[in-house]
């Protein structure tokens, strides 16, 4: 499998960003897609996850009402990412594996993609 992410970028405080990730090869291996993000000196960590087959999302409590996960199908997912403050500022991972919040439940890594929020 094959995770492509895109979207990063450099935005002022308050602003918005889309993340997208485009997943390849044989996906019928993940059951989840999602996104996770590490920022300098700190451990990545869990920030959104949505099942391949629709239905169910995960958020962590710090993006909750500022970020949503969506599918266009199943092989493709975006990260809407409003209200963004200078802790979201971070490389963000595509990532594709069982449906849950653990580093542990991905088996797939995409390269990741620089957000950088300027206050």
């Known amino acids: 499998v094959q995770l492509q992410a895109s979207g990063g970028g450099l935005v002022q405080a308050g602003g918005s960003l889309r993340l997208s990730c485009a997943a390849s090869?044989?996906?019928?291996?993940?059951?989840?897609m999602g996104w996770f993000r590490q920022a300098p000196g700190k451990e990545r960590e869990f920030v959104a996850s949505i099942r391949r087959s629709g239905g169910s999302a995960l958020y962590a409590d710090s993006v909750k009402g500022r970020f949503t996960i969506s599918r266009a199908n199943a092989n493709t997912v975006y990260l809407q990412m409003n209200s963004l403050k200078p802790e979201d500022a971070a490389v963000y991972y595509c990532a594709g594996g069982i449906f849950g919040t653990a580093v542990s439940n991905v088996d797939y890594w995409g390269k990741g993609t620089q957000v950088t929020v300027s206050s």
């Open positions: 090869g044989r996906t019928s291996t993940i059951y989840a």
